[in-house]
């Protein structure tokens, strides 16, 4: 029971839309600290996300928030901080006033908002901007308002919808620090299809692909699973086309007429769509370390997956659907 | 405080300064008058004004003139929802209608058709006088001559008439309800107008009077100005896109939907309890020898107005939050108009409905008869603004779940989630 108070325990999770179904059979338990929601877009995270916000209700299964159940969404919203995707506030409203009216609608006392208003624009770099209007606020700023209303009430779980989307690469380093550095005391689901944010302050993540789980673990875990399928090779240019064809590229280097390619390879026996690729001859023969491998792509070497060629693999795995990098 | 931070925001809407600017302007416009005060009638004066008297005598031979002069004309003005409209009857209607004046009038329809000397009564100008003035005068209405039958019963007269105004397609001044007001007007008799006098210098009756007349005005504004601040209120979240962020608080839905809708109530009661104010001081002015009495022309003043408010508001939050600001202010709209013209100046008050209205300092007999029907029509409409209230922190507690089809996906930027 201890446990279950300090986590959220989703089980066997549906929801429709209409006939859409778009949560199937979710189960995952989410402990203290940053926890990453990855998939595609429609994957259904902003779907878990509004569940776990009491935006949204469930039509099957349970979900516990710290030993609360969902169905006592007031309880809930005593104790859960949300930053939406899209973040707004009253453009005329000044970012104290913003700050203020939330608190307000939490039921916090006077002396406690203030004290939190004060604490919270310090830690977020907004003091100076206490007495603007919202709609001066850069888009940065307005998310880091985001988060600092998510905090005003110091919630124990605090829920971020994609907050690093459309923000410059300073802005988002500073986000994810930001959001690491409140994961400290607290559970901070973290939701986005931006892998580098997911591998740069997750520790445990989840998959989501059409409303399905399809991974749950550490990062180091999906590491572990892509080993071994992902290789490096100089080609070229003229056979880049063919390469995208055969394989799912995951990155390509172009210098001068050769192209340095990153591509999964060796994957059909765990591919329960079986979606042909051209390293049939690699799964046969092994891996030929440093030489390129007979049926790989000449010159081909394994090379250390990273976060983005590991989930690729994840949904490849899965029998996702992946669309080729074919021109 | 919530709703002082609320009542903030009512304020600085531009919505509210426009509720603001209609209120001081029909204050201004309609209900300042002369300070002339009200005195006693004096018999040698030999007139004291007009009444209206539901007198066959009176009645009838006025209307069938009137209806005889416009049958002539063949055109009949009518205001079948509140504007006016020049009607001209088809042939057969046309027929019809002489029919019902050959049964008025005695003539026949040839009689009737084949008088070529009618003249509309007017006035009329031509020609210059000796100061070289242009010359206007009044020519009153030429007509055939003819006689009311003597066994007309004014039952048969008021079903003819109902008839002609069902042909002129309602609207006209020959509905029976309007007759009276139409042409039942005659002048008062010294007794009538001293009654009238002592009735409104009764003791707390002459206070009740001026704030009557004051409601009667400020009525129509807020019969239908609550919507646009209600609604421009509801909005501002779907506008702000700060609904999610709302939602997931800890206030309850009574919470947030009765705040707000307080706070609205409290901000637009205020101007009109400042033009109540400003009634009462100045009315003081116009009788420095008198002590009227406030309280209770206060009380009813509150009591007339308030549900007002408060239903239009409930009505404005509910539909607002149900479909659209712009259908809430499209539906009040609509009710404020219909009602508008269904409800005489002064006279029997419905027991349910959304205006009250007596505009006359006098007829304080007329006003006290009705007041049982004014205690119903403001309770009932009371009740619905608390059943729209009710309604609207139901709808919001529901929206807040998810719930309600496809409108319950918009708590954010409108687009559908799944697709994040």
Redesign the interface.
């Known amino acids: 029971m201890k446990q279950q108070s300090n986590c959220i325990v989703i089980s066997h999770v549906d929801k429709y839309?209409g006939k859409?179904q778009?949560l199937r059979d979710v189960d995952l338990t989410i402990e203290r600290g940053m926890f990453g929601l990855l998939g595609r877009?429609?994957a259904?995270?902003?779907?878990l996300m509004?569940t776990l916000?009491?935006?949204?209700?469930k039509q099957g299964g349970e979900i516990s928030v710290c030993g609360i159940p969902i169905s006592h969404?007031?309880e809930v919203?005593?104790i859960?901080g949300?930053l939406?995707?899209?973040?707004?506030?009253?453009?005329?409203m000044t970012v104290y006033e913003c700050l203020?009216?939330?608190g307000?609608?939490?039921?916090m006392p006077r002396a406690q908002r203030q004290k939190r208003i004060e604490m919270l624009l310090k830690r977020v770099n907004l003091s100076e901007k206490k007495r603007s209007r919202v709609r001066s606020l850069s888009g940065g700023m307005k998310r880091r308002l985001g988060i600092a209303?998510a905090l005003l009430?110091d919630p124990r779980v605090l829920i971020v919808?994609?907050p690093t989307a459309g923000l410059d690469p300073e802005e988002r380093i500073r986000f994810r620090n930001l959001l690491c550095e409140v994961a400290e005391d607290r559970i901070v689901i973290l939701s986005t299809h931006i892998v580098g944010d997911i591998e740069a302050t997750c520790e445990n993540i989840a998959i989501l692909n059409e409303g399905e789980l399809l991974w749950k673990g550490t990062v180091s875990q999906l590491l572990e699973n892509a080993r071994g399928k992902v290789y490096v090779a100089e080609i070229p240019v003229s056979m880049l086309a063919q390469a995208k064809r055969d394989y799912i590229v995951t990155g390509m280097l172009r210098s001068g007429g050769a192209v340095t390619v990153r591509f999964l390879a060796g994957a059909e026996d765990n591919n329960p769509a079986g979606r042909p690729v051209g390293a049939t001859a690699a799964a046969e023969s092994g891996r030929e370390s440093g030489q390129g491998a007979r049926g790989l792509l000449p010159g081909a070497r394994e090379a250390m997956p990273n976060c983005e060629d590991a989930y690729m693999y994840c949904l490849y795995q899965h029998g996702c659907e992946i669309a080729g990098g074919e021109e | 405080?919530?709703f002082f931070?609320e009542c903030k925001?009512v304020l600085?809407s531009m919505t509210f300064v426009l509720y603001v600017v209609t209120v001081v302007a029909m204050y201004v416009t309609q209900f300042i008058h002369d300070s002339t005060p009200i005195t006693a009638p004096l018999r040698e004066t030999g007139e004291y004004g007009m009444t209206v008297r539901e007198t066959p005598e009176v009645i009838m031979p006025a209307a069938v003139e009137s209806l005889f002069g416009e049958y002539l004309s063949g055109s009949y003005p009518a205001y079948p929802i509140m504007f006016y409209k020049n009607v001209k009857l088809k042939e057969d209607k046309r027929l019809e209608m002489r029919a019902i004046l050959e049964e008025l009038t005695g003539l026949s329809g040839e009689e009737i058709d084949g008088f070529e000397d009618s003249r509309e009564a007017g006035y009329f100008s031509g020609g210059l006088d000796e100061a070289g003035n242009p010359v206007t005068w009044y020519q009153e209405m030429v007509l055939p001559p003819y006689s009311l039958p003597e066994d007309l019963t004014y039952e048969h007269f008021c079903e003819l008439m109902e008839r002609a105004d069902r042909l002129i397609g309602g609207g006209s001044s020959y509905a029976v309800d309007r007759l009276p007001s139409f042409f039942g007007r005659v002048p008062m008799t010294y007794e009538e107008a001293l009654a009238e006098y002592e009735a409104l210098m009764a003791p707390g009756e002459l206070g009740k009077a001026y704030l009557r007349l004051h409601c009667d005005y400020m009525g129509i504004n807020l019969a239908v100005m609550p919507v646009f601040v209600a609604a421009g209120l509801w909005q501002?979240d779907k506008r702000?896109?700060?609904q999610?962020?709302?939602?997931?608080?800890?206030?309850?839905g009574v919470r947030?939907v009765g705040t707000r809708f307080l706070a609205l109530v409290g901000c637009m009661t205020v101007p009109v309890l400042l033009t109540l104010v400003y009634t009462v001081y100045t009315t003081c002015g116009m009788y420095p020898q008198m002590h009227i009495s406030w309280g209770s022309g206060l009380g009813m003043a509150l009591l007339w107005l308030l549900p007002d408010i408060l239903a239009v508001s409930a009505l404005g939050a509910f539909l607002t939050e149900l479909f659209s600001p712009l259908l809430a202010i499209f539906f009040q709209g609509i009710w404020w108009f219909l009602t508008m013209s269904r409800t005489e100046l002064a006279g029997e008050v419905a027991r349910f409905g959304l205006q009250v209205r007596h505009n006359s300092l006098g007829k304080v007999a007329l006003w006290q008869s009705q007041w049982d029907n004014f205690l119903c029509n403001r309770l009932a409409l009371t009740a619905l603004a608390m059943l729209a209230l009710a309604l609207t922190v139901w709808l919001y507690e529901s929206r807040?779940?998810?719930?309600g089809g496809r409108m319950s996906?918009r708590?954010?930027?409108g687009r559908?989630?799944?697709?994040?």
Do not use: C, V
């Open positions: 839309y859409k778009a877009n429609g259904g995270k902003t779907t509004k916000a009491t935006l949204h209700e969404a007031s919203r005593g859960i949300y939406p995707q899209d973040f707004s506030m009253y453009p005329n203020d009216y939330l307000t609608l939490s039921q209303q009430h919808d994609e | 405080m919530l931070k925001k600085f501002q702000a896109r700060i999610a962020l709302i939602y997931t608080r800890k206030s309850s947030i807040r779940r998810g719930r996906h708590t954010g930027s559908r989630e799944e697709d994040a």
